[in-house]
Each structure stands twice: as structure tokens, then as C-alpha cells.
């Protein structure tokens, strides 16, 4: 079964400092991969997809993530963090027989200190 | 302009007593998703609507019942409320196409069962 995996609960940067965070995923085929952002007390925001193609995607606020099959990762960075990046992050994989419903990861709590 | 709205935005509740939850998109999408995030903020798909056609079923106890009277809407209907059943729901819509189309979320609907 497919599945997604953020080693990381909880991460904390310093305002300006260069963010990564980890997603691994598990899934038979080439994967549909996403990433989302939940500010509190709001619903799901995409930042970036990856479906095929260029490993590396680009999204919105300055967001990048890294097709990495070798690894089963999709990383997400941003090389200057803001305070309004606070927030918890969620990597997603494309599931089920028609590749129609998203398996999530259990997010990834970033906190950022100025 | 809200695209996605799901009403109410917090639900208090005792157990046994039935509740519903309702959600509308005006993005002109045929396509809505309940998910269920748990208190460990982990989510996870409950139901799929495309053109009020249910196209996924997740194992969800029979007692959650979505009904879409229309392609805009899709409502959450729970019988015999359970502790178990404190989370936040999100309403979520898209285009037809499976996961090439992204996936607009309500803000969530708070539901805490005592």
C-alpha cells in the first residue's frame, strides 16, 4: 500500500536561515507527488506537484521540492525562510486504482524564530 | 469570493446524537472529497463525489453517510456520535482528471464529541 513518511514532527528555523524538509514515500509506480501547506486555522494550500519530467519543481512562496527515485524522496526547500513560512507542512503521494485520491504523510510542524 | 466553505466551522457535540456538516464549492468543480484529520493531524480520505457519483469509499464505519444534492455541494452526515469521531473535517474540490487537478480545501470543521 502507499504510504508517506516526514521523519521530522517538528523542525525550527531562524528567519533568513535555508529550509529542507524530508518526505519519503512508498508507492509501486512512478509516483504523483505533492506538497501542502496548513497555516493555522485554514484548510490545505498547494505548494508544488510533481507528476513527471524536470525532477526539480518549483511552487508557490519560493518553494522548491526534489524528485529523487533512488531515494523514494521528495524534499521540499526554501533558501531564506520567512516568519509567515510558520506553519505545518504535508507531503502527499497519488494513491488508489485510478491514481484519484491522496495519501498524506503526518506533517511536518515549522517554526520560525527571528 | 470564498471558494471552498464548509459550515459550521466548529461542531460541540454529545455522543449518540446525529450531526451534519455541510460544504459548498463555487469554483465550478464536479468533482468533492471529505477528509478526516485526526488529533494527531494526521489525514486521511474518507469519501470522493464526481458528478454526484460516489467514486471513493474508504473503510469509513456506515455510520458517515455524504450526500451531494448537487455538484456544488457535499454534505457529511454522522449518526450515533462517538468519541472517536473528534476531529477536524475538510471539504475539499476539484476538476475532473484524478490528481492532475488540484485539490481546493475548506478551512475545516472542528468536530469534538463528549
Known amino acids: 500500500a502507499q504510504s508517506v513518511t516526514q521523519p521530522d514532527i517538528h523542525i525550527t528555523v531562524s528567519e533568513g536561515a535555508s529550509l529542507e524538509l524530508r518526505c519519503n514515500y512508498s508507492?509501486?509506480?512512478?509516483?504523483?507527488l505533492f506538497w501542502y501547506v496548513q497555516s493555522p486555522g485554514q484548510g490545505l494550500q498547494l505548494l508544488l506537484k510533481?507528476?513527471?519530467?524536470?525532477?526539480l519543481v518549483q511552487g508557490i512562496k519560493g518553494f522548491e521540492a526534489e524528485f529523487k527515485r533512488s531515494q523514494s524522496s521528495f524534499n521540499l526547500r526554501k533558501p531564506s525562510v520567512h516568519w509567515s513560512d510558520a506553519a505545518e507542512y504535508f507531503c502527499a503521494v497519488g494513491a488508489g486504482e485510478y491514481g484519484n485520491k491522496l495519501v498524506f504523510g503526518a506533517g511536518t510542524i515549522l517554526r520560525v524564530k527571528s | 469570493d470564498t471558494a471552498v466553505s464548509q459550515t459550521p466551522k466548529y461542531l460541540v457535540t454529545q455522543m449518540g446524537n446525529d450531526k451534519s456538516i455541510k460544504c459548498e464549492q463555487n469554483l465550478g468543480h464536479d468533482t468533492m472529497y471529505w477528509y478526516k484529520q485526526d488529533s494527531k493531524k494526521f489525514l486521511k480520505i474518507m469519501f470522493s463525489y464526481n458528478n454526484k457519483e460516489l467514486i471513493i469509499n474508504e473503510t469509513v464505519p456506515n455510520r458517515f453517510s455524504p450526500k451531494s444534492p448537487d455538484k456544488a455541494h457535499l454534505n457529511l452526515h454522522i449518526n450515533s456520535l462517538e468519541l472517536g469521531d473528534s476531529a477536524v473535517y475538510f471539504c475539499?474540490?476539484?476538476?475532473?482528471?484524478?490528481?492532475?487537478?488540484?485539490?481546493?480545501f475548506g478551512p475545516g470543521t472542528r468536530l469534538t464529541v463528549l
Open positions: 510533481y507528476f513527471s519530467g524536470d525532477t
Open positions: 475539499a474540490s476539484s476538476q475532473s482528471g484524478g490528481l492532475l487537478r488540484e485539490q481546493f
Open positions: 508507492y509501486g509506480a512512478t509516483p504523483y
